[in-house]
């Protein structure tokens, strides 16, 4: 443990922390420091998240195929193999989505340590941060870090706007990215949790420093834009976000969700055609496994 | 006849509650576990007639008898506090106790309070009252109590104020007895330091990179002297002259009188160490871990000495060195005369962030991991160390061969179940001698 705390201060934290106080001192202001560092890192970023989320989307859009599979076969290596062709076929690379996140949660947590301890306003912070900079006399002389930005003290709790507006942009965020619900269920489901986690996120930023407050917002900001630019732009349903449509928020989301259904529609089909014109041996083999299968269980027992 | 069983609207599958939960312990753990670093205070202990007061814990003051180190109350707990006043965060600055016992002290939640331990023993029903007064913002420094005209002085944010102490110690009784505040001046950043009085001037720093001089009764401003970077360390008055250290890398030495910069002193790194005047120098030390001896009336370097890490804490002069701790958890006896090392001690405890002490022939050094030393000054052998495991991080008080602490909280000693809280160590044996009646 305690090499991976070394690790991730010295090569996440320590850095950022650096970078942050360069870009104040440079800036001659904390909070135009939050906001570049957040896009920096965001952008630095992006091609993780996209891949991320092309690979959620994608694992929607075979979700309907996945069933179908399930239904089909019977024998589980079977089932398997065909499941994970069909995720080749789709372009769905486990591996990839899970270093993209892998990679992004512990830039992102560093992100906000980072803010966490730059923002702080007492002498104790003050020595912490110090602690973690590298011997470059302009990042000394530029602490303690003005703490000013618009009505924000950005070591302090502001309990009014900052908790609206990380609520507002959660929710903004969390609507862009839903899509229409297949059934009723799906529609309840979606709604609370539309409601509850901006809800959440607001009410935990009350009592935090308004700094962090301001990074939320800019993440739940950056997270709008980069949604938009996933599904590539197009209109904004006004209405779909205040709950009067049922449409989804980004309707170009449509299209895309729409086009990866169409990709996936005949993966693996090729085969299953091949597999319905000889249906004898399949099922022969597929008796054959199951017997070897159920053989194998009773050897196993004894 | 058909029953169609009907699934709540809400009713959650144990994914999606999953999900939740786990958003919820993530956001939980966002803002609790990685929030920022907490206010705890570093009040050193304080030695009346016959107590000590001590900063047992964050927001907490207890006070001991001299002698016996029976606990004999705290504050807040033993007083008649509500809502916010209540709650305290963090003692930075020493206590002051006025001629009738009065005890007036500052926190970091921005209130200033008057208590008088004597009505403890005198309430007969409930907790004794106590007087608070709420200030705009955070209080770093310690108070400057001036009984010669009965004024509190205390900064509080960028605010430096005069409060009239008898109205405070009036609203103990009465709550709702109006208590005259003045805010004296307003500086252009956040004051750190307690306010020294001198000549009847106030002197105070700030991290706006200027020391202010500010008449006592009036609250104008006499003089300003610019050091261009942050100053949060309290300045010391050394004959007519104010030395006071900042985070531009320098000392500087400022006329009392007239404000003018008698000279400047350039370190490497920022000086938050207070200076130690022995003499006809000055010590003091910097973060790029060097300490300086400058003679007072030039300014110019007598020697200097690098250590390995940043020195924080103030040096201490005794004898023919001066002796100085730096974050490595390095012990150092440099030669007064010549700046050459005597010794080093590698203790390899933690950083050391408070000054340390010599009494009974023995150099006692605490660490911020939790360890008292005693070192003979002579041969820098270890005569004793002891693992209090709290945090040591305030200056150490001689107080005769006894050596006054203040650990960050009570502690649970091997072999024993019994929590307890030390006040002070024997310099010559290393015994360490605990408060009753604390945790």
């Not at chain 1, 947590?109 to 803010?115: G, V």
């Not at chain 1, 529609?265 to 319905?276: D, M, S, Y």
């Not at chain 2, 002796?323 to 007064?336: I, K, M, Q, R, S």
């Not at chain 2, 052998?381 to 107080?399: F, T």
């Amino acid at each position: 443990m305690d090499l991976i705390g070394y690790i991730f201060n010295t090569f996440l934290i320590d850095p950022l922390v650096n970078l942050f106080v360069m870009f104040t001192a440079l800036t001659g202001n904390a909070g135009l420091a939050v906001i570049v560092v957040t896009v920096l890192i965001r952008l630095a970023t992006m091609p993780l998240t996209f891949r991320q989320m092309h690979t959620q989307r994608m694992m929607a859009a075979v979700a309907p195929r996945m069933q179908e599979i399930q239904k089909r076969y019977k024998d589980p290596r079977r089932r398997s193999e065909e499941q994970m062709k069909l995720y080749r076929e789709a372009g769905i690379s486990f591996q990839g989505c899970f270093s993209s996140m892998l990679l992004q949660m512990p830039i992102l947590f560093a992100l906000y340590r980072t803010f966490s301890l730059a923002v702080g306003e007492t002498p104790e912070a003050l020595i912490k941060v110090s602690e973690r900079l590298y011997s470059w006399s302009y990042l000394r002389e530029s602490m303690p870090l003005p703490a000013d930005f618009l009505w924000l003290h950005l070591g302090r709790p502001d309990p009014l706007f900052i908790p609206v507006l990380v609520a507002a942009t959660t929710y903004v965020s969390q609507k862009m990215a839903t899509m229409p619900p297949v059934d009723e269920r799906q529609r309840a489901q979606t709604g609370m949790m539309n409601v509850l986690m901006p809800l959440m996120f607001g009410w935990f930023t009350i009592n935090l420093p308004s700094g962090l407050g301001l990074y939320w917002i800019l993440s739940g900001i950056a997270q709008m834009v980069i949604q938009y630019a996933y599904v590539g732009g197009g209109p904004f349903n006004w209405r779909a976000l205040v709950g009067l449509s049922q449409e989804p928020v980004l309707p170009r989301a449509m299209e895309v969700r729409q086009a990866q259904q169409e990709k996936v529609k005949h993966l693996g089909r090729a085969e299953e055609e091949a597999a319905r014109e000889e249906p004898q041996p399949q099922a022969k083999e597929t008796g054959r496994r199951r017997r070897r299968y159920a053989s194998g269980r009773r050897r196993g027992r004894r | 006849m058909f029953h169609v069983k009907q699934r709540p609207v809400l009713s959650l599958p144990k994914g999606r509650l999953a999900l939740i939960l786990g958003v919820f312990v993530l956001a939980a753990l966002l803002s609790g576990c990685a929030g920022t670093v907490g206010s705890r205070g570093w009040a050193p202990p304080v030695r009346t007639d016959d107590e000590l007061l001590v900063s047992t814990g964050k927001g907490r003051l207890d006070s001991l008898d001299a002698d016996t180190y029976e606990g004999l109350w705290r504050f807040p707990n033993q007083w008649d506090l509500s809502g916010a006043a209540g709650r305290l965060s963090g003692i930075y600055g020493p206590p002051v106790v006025n001629a009738d016992g009065v005890v007036f002290v500052g926190d970091y939640n921005g209130y200033v309070y008057a208590f008088r331990p004597a009505d403890l023993s005198r309430t007969t029903e409930g907790e004794p009252p106590a007087a608070s007064f709420k200030l705009s913002e955070k209080i770093i420094g310690g108070v400057a109590l001036d009984e010669a005209s009965d004024t509190l002085f205390v900064a509080a944010g960028s605010s430096l104020y005069a409060i009239r102490a008898d109205d405070l110690v009036a609203r103990i009784r009465d709550e709702k007895a109006s208590v005259t505040v003045a805010r004296l001046f307003k500086a252009g950043g956040e004051i750190w330091s307690t306010p020294v009085l001198a000549s009847g001037k106030l002197l105070v720093s700030s991290l706006d990179g200027n020391l202010y001089a500010v008449d006592a009764r009036s609250g104008s401003q006499l003089w300003r002297f610019s050091a261009g970077k942050s100053l949060a360390s309290t300045p010391v008055v050394s004959g007519g002259v104010v030395l006071v250290g900042g985070f531009d890398g320098r000392l500087h030495a400022v006329d009392l009188d007239s404000g003018d910069e008698a000279w400047s002193f350039t370190a490497s790194n920022w000086v938050w160490s207070r200076p130690y005047v022995a003499g006809e120098r000055v010590y003091f030390g910097d973060f790029d871990g060097n300490l300086y001896a400058v003679d007072l009336d030039s300014g110019d370097e007598a020697w200097s000495f690098t250590a390995s890490n940043w020195v924080w804490s103030r040096p201490y002069v005794a004898g023919e060195r001066v002796y100085f701790g730096d974050f490595d958890g390095n012990l150092y006896a440099v030669e007064l005369s010549s700046g050459t090392l005597a010794w080093k001690a590698s203790l390899g405890r933690g950083a050391i962030r408070g000054s340390p002490v010599i009494t009974a022939g023995v150099v006692v050094v605490a660490t911020e991991e939790g360890w008292l030393l005693g070192i003979d000054p002579s041969s820098q052998a270890k005569r004793w160390e002891k693992e209090l495991d709290a945090s040591l991080n305030g200056d150490l008080v001689a107080d005769g061969e006894t050596v006054l602490i203040a650990p960050s909280g009570c502690v649970t000693p091997a072999g024993t179940e019994e929590k307890v809280y030390y006040a002070s160590v024997d310099a010559a044996t290393g015994e360490l001698r605990s408060a009753s009646g604390v945790c």
